[in-house]
């Protein structure tokens, strides 16, 4: 914010990683959960402006779905979100378009335990991506025969038990939801869990790559399926372990939109940053983690010579 006005302030500036920015007609602007906390009040701000304010330009970024009606492609097509950079030159907000300015209090309130649902819908989101990818590599491990192998079913059973803890996790979202103050019913502390999803989004793209092998990048198109010279040739080289070589490429290439294509990519850059800084944010959870009852007692405990 670089001024105030009667009609409302002036903003300067650019914003990284507008999501489908070019498409809405609203664009809302906030400080992410990792930099509410800003020294200089002028950068403590939050408001939505319809898209086509005067002053404000959008920078796309090069689309990842260039291959449309294209079966090779099934996630990239269907669901690439176009990321954007915005650039705000002396930007008017209105007033009465402001939600926030100077004073974090009201993020840090919606960031908070107080209503929180709005961070609801995003677990629910990577529960299913993570039950997708495991459900994914399972489905490769037999097409090609492997998930006998012990080395293979260990990483299943890896996968298995990153998509269980996260469903624990929301369980005891649930249980530990509770009525707040202002009447309003909110669930429980969901502290940590983006950080834990950053963690591990990475290691399940890896696991799914090595139980798939090179086969994830050396698949035949839709046109080589339907090509009558090279089918034959398919049929006999390329099927799986009681599969058709239709049912094998087209698992694979699902897998490859998952965790090798430039959609796969993006998104898996997606889940690491879009919660923030992972490393600001453990900082941040760890100045607030709650450690007095237990460094007490172990202070306590190491205060007299310890027992045999």
Known sequence: MVEETAGGVIVHGAKQLATAAPISNETYVSLSATFVRRADPRFVLAFSIPTDSPGLKILCREPVSQ??????????????????????????????????????????????????????????????RMKVMTAVATLIAEAIGVIEYREVAAKLGEMATYT???????????????????GLMSLGSMSGMN?????????????????????????P???????PEFRPYLDRYMPGRGVDVEYKSRLFRLAHDLAVSSFGMRQE?????????????????????DQADITARIKALIAEPLRS
């Open 67 to 128: 291959w449309a009606g294209s079966y090779g492609h099934p996630l990239a097509t269907r669901y690439d979100e176009q990321d954007a950079m915005l650039f705000f030159d002396h930007v008017l907000v209105p007033w009465n378009r402001i939600f926030m300015l100077y004073d974090s209090a009201p993020l840090l309130q919606r960031l908070g335990s107080e209503a929180n649902f709005r961070g609801w819908g995003n677990l629910c989101r990577i529960h299913q």
């Open 164 to 182: 269980e803890m996260w469903q624990h996790a929301m369980d005891g979202v649930e249980h530990n939801a509770y009525l707040a103050e202002n």
């Open 195 to 219: 950080i834990y999803f950053a963690q591990t989004s990475a290691r399940m793209v890896e696991l799914l790559r090595e139980i798939a092998g090179s086969g994830m990048i050396m698949q």
């Open 221 to 227: 198109s839709e046109n080589d399926l339907a090509n």
């Open 269 to 289: 850059i997606y889940e690491y940053w879009h919660g923030g800084d992972p490393n600001r944010n453990r900082i941040n959870l760890l100045r607030t983690y």
